[in-house]
């Protein structure tokens, strides 16, 4: 059975901090992982793509197939990138994901 | 720009009435799936579609049905709505690479 995992329910850290958002993932074959961002009151969108291997909005995330994890990672964080962070994997077929329980992040001025 | 609607944003129904969530994509994209996203538990899947009457079981199928009889609609149906039903519900379609899009949810009070 495939399982993502985000230990994190709530981070917490003060503008211009780092940031890294824990992801660990559980699936026998080749995953698709991917990180989507729900801001308040706003709908849930794609953040970022592993195949893609971009930075959007200065936020990067590496696949480490060795420790099965996706981590977020952001070097200075602002308010703005408060939100609700989950990780996704793809992986069933039919193009389903398996979500993560989520991580709210809160950046303080 | 992709449009994914859903009928309302709010709705407060009592226990056992059935309820009908639905969902309206204009990207003429093939699958469809219905979650609901509740604190601390993530976005779950209920059901999806990969074309017109075909369904799929997600995670937490039961007491939800659902129907897509035309490629665009996509609707939840709660045969009899309990109070653990209380939630938001989300729908999505599919993209490309991934990718879903998502309605603005459905926040669904059942008293």
């Known amino acids: 059975a495939q399982r993502v995992t985000q230990p994190e329910k709530l981070l917490s850290v003060f503008k211009g901090a780092p940031v890294e958002l824990k992801c660990n993932y559980s699936?026998?074959?080749?995953?698709?992982l991917f990180w989507y961002v729900q801001y308040s009151r706003q709908r849930l969108q794609l953040l970022l793509r592993?195949?893609s291997r971009e930075s959007i909005k200065g936020f990067t995330a590496d696949l480490n197939k060795g420790e099965t994890s996706f981590h977020l990672k952001k070097p200075f964080a602002q308010e703005e990138d408060s939100a609700m962070y989950y990780c996704?994997?793809?992986?069933?077929?039919?193009?389903?994901?398996?979500f993560g329980k989520g991580t709210m992040l809160l950046v303080s001025p | 720009d992709v449009k994914v609607t859903q009928s309302s944003r709010y709705l407060v129904k009592r226990t056992g009435e059935k309820v009908f969530l639905e969902c309206v994509q204009d990207?003429?994209?093939?699958?469809m799936f219905w979650y609901r996203q509740d604190p601390g538990l993530g976005l779950r899947l209920i059901y999806f579609?990969?074309?017109?009457?075909?369904?799929e079981k997600g995670d937490i199928p039961e007491g939800y049905s659902v129907s897509r009889e035309k490629k665009e609609r996509f609707s939840l149906i709660l045969e009899s709505a309990s109070t653990n039903q209380t939630s938001m519900y989300l729908c999505?379609?599919?993209?490309?690479?991934?990718?879903?899009?998502f309605g603005p949810g459905t926040r669904l009070t059942v008293t």
């Open positions: 990207m003429d994209h093939e699958n």
């Open positions: 579609s990969y074309d017109v009457k075909m369904k």
């Open positions: 699936y026998s074959g080749s995953p698709e």
């Open positions: 592993h195949i």
């Open positions: 999505a379609t599919f993209h490309r690479l991934g990718e879903q899009y």
């Open positions: 996704a994997l793809s992986g069933r077929g039919y193009s389903t994901l398996t």
